[in-house]
């Protein structure tokens, strides 16, 4: 099936549903499916929720405001508390499915109140082969996925969002600052406020796909190789050393291995991901 025949079968989907409410964060797959759904329903049939609490990057939600905003689309702020959570701060396996299944909890009560029929969720085609334990939360909270549904993968939504004009087209991908934290570390607010300000200062100097990952007191940079040689040259690797330190880092490594989605993941045997997914 072509692009263009999964534009049309999503939109399809969409039709059936007639008044969604939708998991929106301002990243690439979930602007795509509330433009989608915007223009094949309305606006006004359209309701957008953000979770707004400690494990969400302050800028994605600004970018997620100003995004709705744009859309002329009502948008839903979820406070959230994730930090008062022991099960979430554990920083198990499943503190996706933890996380996930409070937000799709409080979005049905919204979507409830608010007269929606259902909730989406903007997975795509691609995630079905990662390890997502939030998806089990999507199950087992009747939570509908149109995008996989029509089958579009990463780089069909971002051609899509390419072809009208959405601002999120290239912008990389932004999990979680919880995500950076290796599982069993315990996930404080300090920790998330050290990850957030170290990412910024990156964003701040040029550098678009990275991840700061969280190793107590070692910072662990992942970021391309085609970015080593910018990266590790003065006066740069200087400024970087020094702000990390600043913001309590010890050590300040720069991964070998490259930038690399998921990459925590990779602590996990094949058993403990099917037990948790």
């Not at 509330?34 to 359209?46: F, H, P, S």
């Not at 509908?144 to 899509?160: D, T």
């Not at 600052?177 to 607010?189: D, F, H, K, N």
């Not at 490259?258 to 037990?275: I, P, Y």
């Amino acid at each position: 099936m072509g692009i263009e025949e999964k534009y049309s079968q999503l939109q399809h989907i969409l039709r059936d549903l007639k008044r969604v409410t939708i998991a929106f964060s301002g990243g690439v797959d979930s602007t795509f499916l509330l433009r989608a759904a915007i223009d094949t329903l309305g606006a006004g049939q359209v309701l957008a929720c953000i979770s707004v609490g400690p494990f969400e990057p302050k800028h994605l939600i600004e970018q997620a405001r100003n995004l709705a905003a744009g859309f002329s689309v009502r948008l839903i702020e979820i406070a959230g508390d994730e930090c008062a959570d022991e099960a979430l701060t554990a920083n198990l396996p499943d503190r996706c499915f933890l996380c996930k299944s409070h937000l799709f909890e409080r979005m049905w009560e919204i979507a409830r109140e608010q007269g929606f029929e259902q909730v989406l969720c903007g997975s795509n085609a691609d995630d079905l082969s990662d390890f997502r334990p939030g998806h089990r939360a999507v199950e087992q909270f009747g939570v509908r996925c149109p995008l996989v549904e029509a089958g579009l993968s990463k780089p069909e939504i971002r051609e899509l969002s390419r072809r009208i004009g959405l601002p999120t087209a290239e912008q990389p991908a932004s999990p979680c600052l919880a995500s950076r934290i290796p599982y069993g570390m315990e996930i404080t607010p300090e920790r998330l406020e050290q990850i957030e300000q170290a990412e910024n200062f990156l964003r701040g100097l040029g550098f678009a796909e990275f991840r700061v990952r969280h190793h107590d007191t070692i910072a662990r940079i992942e970021a391309p190789t085609r970015e080593f040689a910018t990266m590790t040259a003065e006066p740069l690797r200087g400024r970087i050393v020094e702000r990390f330190k600043l913001l309590g880092f010890k050590y300040v490594c720069l991964d070998l291995q490259g930038f690399r989605s998921g990459a925590l993941n990779e602590t996990l045997s094949d058993e403990q991901k099917k037990s948790y997914s």
